[in-house]
T-cell receptor, first 117, second 115 residues
Framework: AQSVAQPEDQVNVAEGNPLTVKCTYSVSGNPYLFWYVQYPNRGLQFLLKYITGDNLVKGSYGFEAEFNKSQTSFHLKKPSALVSDSALYFCAVRDMSYGGSQGNLIFGKGTKLSVKP | KAGVTQTPRYLIKTRGQQVTLSCSPISGHRSVSWYQQTPGQGLQFLFEYFSETQRNKGNFPGRFSGRQFSNSRSEMNVSTLELGDSALYLC??????????????FGPGTRLTVL
């Protein structure tokens, strides 16, 4: 079965410090991996994705993620955190159970990022 | 370009009632998917529609249904509401041709409270 795990319920970072939000996955075949962010009472905003190519993917708002096939990980990173980055972050993998023609995503449980001034 | 829109944003219903939620995708996006978000279960896939046909369905009871119209707008319906149906219902759209067919873009959600 395909799955995504976010091992940390919460990550606390001081403003200006680098941040990492962890994600590991379990899929058969090549994964399509995504990061989304959710602010309170809002929907999900797309940050970045890995489909193929460079293992380091750059996305919106200065975020990047590193795909590591041997460790089956796709950690989200940012060199310098902002207070406004405080939100709920979701890692997701595209469900390839039916050959990939469908587009639905399997999400992790989410990680709450708190950036303190 | 306008994003995914969902109406209404908030709904309060009582047990046993039914409810219909609406979603308008981004212009040019022909696929619409629905997700349920709850504190306990997280984000769970409900179903995906394109070309007015349900293409895939998550593990939800038959009380949850949906449809898609020729203009790609979609509705989902929940009948005989239960307390456990209280959730944020998110709609997402994606292209079916051209670039970015793999990326889903989400609306703001409809917050359903069942009393």
């Amino acid at each position: 079965a395909q799955s995504v795990a976010q091992p940390e319920d919460q990550v606390n970072v001081a403003e200006g410090n680098p941040l990492t939000v962890k994600c590991t996955y379990s899929v058969s075949g090549n994964p399509y991996l995504f990061w989304y962010v959710q602010y309170p009472n809002r929907g999900l905003q797309f940050l970045l994705k890995y489909i193929t190519g460079d293992n380091l993917v750059k996305g919106s708002y200065g975020f990047e993620a590193e795909f590591n096939k041997s460790q089956t990980s796709f950690h989200l990173k940012k060199p310098s955190a902002l207070v406004s980055d405080s939100a709920l972050y979701f890692c997701a993998v595209r469900d390839m159970s039916y050959g990939g023609s469908q587009g639905n995503l399997i999400f992790g449980k989410g990680t709450k990022l708190s950036v303190k001034p | 370009k306008a994003g995914v829109t969902q109406t209404p944003r908030y709904l309060i219903k009582t047990r046993g009632q039914q409810v219909t939620l609406s979603c308008s995708p981004i212009s040019g996006h022909r696929s619409v998917s629905w997700y349920q978000q709850t504190p306990g279960q997280g984000l769970q896939f409900l179903f995906e529609y394109f070309s007015e046909t349900q293409r895939n369905k998550g593990n939800f009871p038959g009380r949850f249904s949906g449809r898609q119209f020729s203009n790609s707008r979609s509705e989902m319906n929940v009948s005989t509401l239960e307390l456990g149906d209280s959730a944020l219902y998110l709609c997402a759209s994606r292209r079916l041709a051209g670039p970015e067919t793999d990326t889903q873009y989400f609306g703001p959600g409809t917050r359903l409270t069942v009393l």
